[in-house]
């Protein structure tokens, strides 16, 4: 028997360092854990602000299956028609409806259905719109959509938004997992009525940074309060991200939920 349908879902990918760190990694992670569907937060890809559509499109040319995005989503302009044409990379949901892309899409892979919901919090953030209110719709699509299985992204600042988020949807999808403050929690755990969650899966980028930027530069913004061009420092790649089994027969429900964490060679 087949096993039960897994994903691999990667932590917000982090300038060409992340790059190079999850071009080094996806294909020992892929040979190590065989997962049904790859799933990777691309919101900081180019240059650690946005993703253009010629990284997108290295990225489902590594086996990546769905991107999802967050607060940088339309940094680089370029990348708009990208987000409207291709269905596989979301921005989140609860953004304005008149802004590019969609939040949420279905992938498959051998006859099983992934639905990729992407929500950004609202503390701190800001989405346009209400996470919380604008969530049950999308889920609700996805279910119609008839997904086997959910993964939803949320983007969002607060630990307090994402924790809550994983409580509103238990039982009901099969993974609710945060990204955003690209520094990994060490909550991962399967919630009472069979949803994973994870506060912060972590980011893919340069641990000798501060979360991806230069440390002398983020230092120097905080010392002297004046304004300060950024730049994705290039240092100590890792790459951080878990590992989702489902559950076996049963759908939108996971058996377990576990955090990886690599440091691959990158020159
Ligand atoms: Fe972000």
Same mark, same amino acid.
């Given at each position: 028997?087949?096993?039960?349908?897994?994903?691999?879902?990667?932590?917000?990918?982090?300038?060409?360092?992340?790059?190079?760190?999850?071009?080094?990694?996806?294909?020992?992670?892929?040979?190590?854990?065989?997962?049904?569907?790859?799933?990777?937060?691309?919101?900081? %890809?180019?240059? /650690? *602000?946005?993703?253009?559509?010629?990284? #997108?499109?290295?990225?489902?040319?590594?086996?990546?299956? +769905?991107?999802?995005?967050?607060?940088?989503?339309?940094?680089?302009?370029?990348?708009?028609?990208?987000?409207?044409?291709?269905?596989?990379?979301?921005?989140?949901?609860?953004?304005?409806?008149?802004?590019?892309?969609?939040?949420?899409?279905?992938?498959?892979?051998?006859?099983?259905?992934?639905?990729?919901?992407?929500?950004?919090?609202?503390?701190?953030?800001?989405?346009?719109?209400?996470?919380?209110?604008?969530?049950?719709?999308?889920?609700?699509?996805?279910?119609?959509?008839?997904?086997?299985?959910?993964?939803?992204?949320?983007?969002?600042?607060?630990?307090?938004?994402?924790?809550?988020?994983?409580?509103?949807?238990?039982?009901?999808?099969? %993974?609710?997992? /945060? *990204?955003?403050?690209?520094?990994?929690? #060490?909550?991962?755990?399967?919630?009472?009525?069979?949803? +994973?969650?994870?506060?912060?899966?972590?980011?893919?980028?340069?641990?000798?940074?501060?979360?991806?930027?230069?440390?002398?530069?983020?230092?120097?913004?905080?010392?002297?309060?004046?304004?300060?061009?950024?730049?994705?420092?290039?240092?100590?790649?890792?790459?951080?991200?878990?590992?989702?089994?489902?559950?076996?027969?049963?759908?939108?429900?996971?058996?377990?939920?576990?955090?990886?964490?690599?440091?691959?060679?990158?020159?």
């Amino acid at each position: 028997m087949a096993a039960a349908p897994s994903i691999l879902f990667i932590g917000d990918v982090v300038g060409s360092t992340g790059r190079k760190a999850l071009r080094a990694a996806l294909p020992g992670l892929r040979e190590e854990h065989q997962p049904t569907f790859i799933v990777v937060n691309g919101e900081n %890809a180019a240059g /650690g *602000t946005g993703i253009t559509s010629r990284i #997108a499109e290295e990225m489902f040319a590594l086996g990546v299956d +769905a991107i999802t995005l967050g607060n940088h989503a339309f940094r680089q302009r370029e990348s708009w028609s990208y987000l409207d044409e291709v269905k596989e990379i979301v921005r989140p949901a609860n953004y304005l409806a008149s802004m590019p892309g969609h939040g949420s899409c279905v992938v498959e892979t051998g006859g099983v259905k992934l639905g990729v919901l992407n929500l950004m919090g609202n503390l701190y953030l800001d989405p346009g719109r209400h996470m919380f209110t604008l969530a049950e719709a999308e889920i609700e699509k996805l279910e119609r959509q008839g997904c086997d299985h959910i993964l939803v992204d949320v983007h969002a600042e607060a630990t307090s938004e994402k924790v809550a988020m994983g409580w509103e949807y238990d039982g009901r999808v099969t %993974a609710v997992v /945060g *990204t955003h403050t690209h520094v990994p929690t #060490a909550d991962a755990r399967v919630l009472p009525k069979g949803t +994973a969650y994870i506060t912060d899966v972590g980011m893919c980028g340069p641990r000798d940074s501060v979360i991806g930027v230069r440390k002398e530069l983020a230092i120097q913004s905080m010392r002297t309060k004046l304004p300060v061009r950024f730049e994705s420092a290039t240092g100590d790649p890792w790459l951080c991200a878990v590992l989702v089994r489902t559950e076996e027969g049963r759908k939108r429900r996971a058996g377990s939920i576990t955090p990886i964490q690599v440091s691959p060679r990158v020159e």
